[in-house]
Each structure stands twice: as C-alpha cells, then as structure tokens.
C-alpha cells in the first residue's frame, strides 16, 4: 500500500494541455487587469490636472477683467462736449498771502451761459488748476491721474469746486502730496484751464509766499 502511494500520479498530454491553456488564461486575464488599473489611474489623473488648469485659467481671467481699467461715463447721443461758446471759468484765492510750508485753497467756478447743454469733464484731470513761477510750472492739479466726472450743463448752472495747494512742487510722476518738496518764498500765479479746450481759461491770480 506505501508503495502504491509514494508513486507519482501521472498526468496525461491532454491534461497538460489543458492546464497550460488555463495558465495562458490566468496570464493574460492578469495582464488586462493590470492594464485596466493603470489605465483608470492615468486617466484620474489627467482629469485632475485638466480641473487644476480650468481653474488656473478662470482665476486668471478673473484678474485680468478686476485689472482692467473702469469704463468711461457714457456720453449721451447728440450732446457736445462744452467749450468756449457756453461755458466760462473764473478762480479766485482764499488768501492773497501763504507762508512758506503753509495751504491755501482755492476756489473753481464753472458757468454755463450759452443757449443748449452740454457735457463737461470736471475732475482734476480735465479742469487744471496750474501754479507757475514766471515760466516755470510749480504745481498742476493732473499731475495724478482722477477719474473722469461727468457733469452735463444747461443755462445758468454753475459748478463750484475747492482745490487745496500745499505750497509744493508736483513732478514728472504722480506722488503723494505729502512726499512732494515745499517750494520758496516769491511770486506765485494760478490759473484754471479746460485741458480739452485751451480757449477755456480763467483770469490769472497771483498771490504770495513769505
């Protein structure tokens, strides 16, 4: 009987065949799964980094339309722009003496008195205030960029605004006022002017700094 046991059992060709077939199988089931699985891992993630760069790209619109610069006042249709012919500019000191390091304020009249209404600009870039020193120009009011004012005008309106001069100098470049040089006692002249029309300029003031 122990001999009959220890005997090994034989295996037909067919039965080989049969279990090589079913190996082939288990391999080639094995491989499609492995490739199934890092077919599912690649695509995750490329659909994550499509997500992050959808996201990059609206962050970045985003910016770029909060950057952009705030549209202009819409001019209404058959409106002219104000000039000579019916507006007027006069400007008057609060004081006709400052010291040296001293403010004083100055004050903006603009009046209509012609026939039909018109648009006018009235902020600090279009309305200029100018300070000059025989030819030399001390201060302007535009020397920062002001956002546009719009300010439509009929008959007998009349748009009166206050401008406080530091007794300093502007610059080339746009600086707090606080950051600008104080400028010497002499002879000062300020007059008001409509920078898109030249022939809109107020009466010369001159005043002192001691």
């Given amino acids: 009987m122990a001999q009959v046991r220890n005997r090994k059992r034989k295996v037909s060709k067919q039965q080989q065949a049969v279990y090589r077939r079913r190996r082939i199988v288990v391999g080639a089931a094995l491989v499609l799964i492995v490739a199934l699985v890092v077919f599912c891992v690649y695509s995750i993630g490329r659909g994550i980094s499509e997500v ?84 030399d120009t001390i201060w302007r009011s535009d020397s920062c960029p002001a956002e546009s004012d719009l300010l439509l005008m009929a008959k007998g309106d009349r748009k009166i605004r206050t401008v406080t001069w530091n007794t300093n100098r502007t610059g080339q470049q746009c600086a707090d006022d606080k950051d600008l040089p104080k400028i010497d006692k002499g002879t000062y002249v300020g007059q008001l002017t409509l920078k898109n029309d030249a022939t809109v300029i107020s009466d010369p003031v001159t005043i002192e700094v001691k």
Avoid: F, Y
Wanted: some cysteine.
């Fill in 52 to 135: 992050g760069q959808n996201m990059d790209a609206r962050a970045a619109s985003h910016v770029d339309i909060s950057r952009q610069a705030t549209p202009q006042p819409h001019r209404s249709t058959g409106i002219k722009n104000c000039d000579s012919s019916n507006v007027h500019m006069q400007l008057s000191a609060k004081a006709s003496e400052v010291a040296v390091g001293g403010a004083l304020e100055w004050t903006e009249t603009i009046t209509h008195d012609g026939s039909k209404s018109c648009l006018i600009d009235v902020s600090d870039s279009s309305v200029v205030l100018t300070i000059t020193s025989g030819s």
